[in-house]
């Protein structure tokens, strides 16, 4: 190695170590503000406490909006696993026309502004009088979560070897079994990779879902977004403590099933 | 497959295809549709109206001048950790991977909070500075565009790094060792190699992050307020505050129209690097 390469080299690393700590500071402060004991974020904070904790079983329609969402973010998911599915095989075993454009449509809506799409929606809906605020999130966030599947399921099957099913079926399997035994664990990655990225988008969801949301009705988003703007006090930092926590259960879970360099195949 | 005539599978596609034209690509073509009418038929007056407001003007160059600043950055600092994640290996690449996915399964809106709370004037940032001599007394980031463009880039940092990963990880290492060995010099073999490979990953985590940074709305209103418009956060307003659609509409259709550009650009930008390797 030269002189250059060397620093180079020693840049690329100290670059990679400080975006490692850029990347997580937000957490870190979430969670350090979380167990403080002041209510005016000071950190480092001058005691320690659970007291926001506390108050999280407290503070109204924080549940009622973290139920909302997971009903939500569960649903949308599966429906747009079973249509996405189904249209994945379609689109790489089928033999028709502008099967790339009926691809890149169903991407689409993670290049339309979110905004953009709710506003849509919100007329249409209007249009045709669907008013209640549930199932319009509902029928909106299978948008939100239908390209996730189809990239990533499309991506897989296109991967994988049908004539595998000829050959269950020349042993014995029927149709179904072939597809139950021999498909359904070769994509099983892919539909839990984009099964958590789809279910996350959904639950993370604001631009979309802010247009559909009345008084009772409410996403954990809206729901956090109206505490910081109306009455920011750490509440909010636990609760987010909490999703932290819950996302490094299903990061464990997901390494252990497919791993965690398959996770971050984008 | 059971009698399935290949071509029959379009029926398969159809449940999902149908859903989408009729709760996305509808609503999306009406949106569109009403913006160029008027009492009389085709009209563009919404928009030369709208641009006829120097407000608007300030508006839009808040908007692409804020995007612009993200991407840089976002590139700048992505670009290398794109390269050390796919050269890493045992515990940096996991810390890698982590902090890349981690941040992205909490909300936005709990990240823009985070940042309240670090760009304040005793926030951390204000803090360290301070402590270091290169401000000589604590000053706020937040409400300010820099304070907003640090928010922003660490949000979507993740989605330039990971397009850019992904095609690091399948350049084979040989190709530089050859330069090497053929005594290409250090910035040589990075001008010849490894910029070109990476290309189409610089191109589409750019894109990405451009088009997220022009939509971008809670990150905006919560770490620099109301007195500084672009165009997500004002069609945001002139719906749900100010309930001026016609305005909203207007902005929507630019917002759109932006957001396609972006696309067009970024795969014909694409097409011409996959041609010229």
Known sequence: ?266 | MTGLRLDRMIWLALPAVAYLVIVYALPLLWLLGRSVTGPDGFTLAQFTDFFADPFSWRVMGNTLRIAFWVTLVALVIGYPVAIAMARARGLMQVLLLVAMILPLSIGVVVKAFAWQIVLRRDGVISQGLVASGIWSEPQRLLFTEAGLILGATNVFLPFMILPIYSVVKLIDPRLTEAGATLGASPLYRFRKILLPLTLPGIVSGSAFVFSMSVSMFVIPSLLIGDRFQTLATLTGRSYLLMRNEALGSTTAVILLVIAVSIVVVSTWLSKRIGRSL
């Open chain 1, 1 to 266: 190695m030269t002189g250059i390469e060397r620093i180079t080299s020693a840049l690329v690393w100290a670059m990679a170590a400080l975006a490692i700590v850029f990347l997580l500071t937000p957490l870190v402060v979430t969670v350090a503000v979380s167990f403080g004991s002041s209510a005016v974020f000071t950190l480092p904070p001058p005691g320690w406490s659970l007291r926001w904790y506390e108050r999280v079983w407290t503070t109204r329609g924080l549940w009622a909006s973290l139920m909302t969402s997971v009903q939500i973010a569960g649903l949308a998911t599966a429906i747009s696993l079973v249509l996405g599915t189904l249209c994945a095989i379609a689109l790489v075993r089928g033999r028709f026309a502008g099967r790339d454009a009926i691809a890149t449509f169903l991407v689409s809506p993670l290049m339309v502004p979110g905004l953009v799409v709710g506003i849509a929606m919100l007329q249409g809906f209007k249009l045709v009088g669907l008013r209640e605020a549930w199932p319009s999130l509902l029928v909106a966030h299978v948008v939100i979560t239908m390209p996730y599947v189809v990239r990533t399921v499309l991506a897989s099957l296109s991967l994988f070897d049908f004539t595998l099913i000829d050959a269950a079926r020349t042993l014995g399997c029927s149709y179904g079994q072939a597809l139950r035994k021999v498909m359904a664990p070769a994509l099983a990655p892919a539909f839990l990779t984009s099964g958590m990225f789809a279910f996350l988008a959904s639950m993370d969801n604001y631009p979309v879902s802010i247009f559909f949301t009345d008084a009772w009705t409410k996403t954990l988003p809206l729901q956090m977004l109206q505490l910081v703007e109306e009455r920011p006090d750490p509440t909010i930092a636990a609760v987010s403590t909490g999703l932290i926590v819950l996302a490094i259960v299903v990061l464990i879970i997901g390494d252990r099933l497919v791993g965690l360099r398959r996770l971050a195949d984008f």
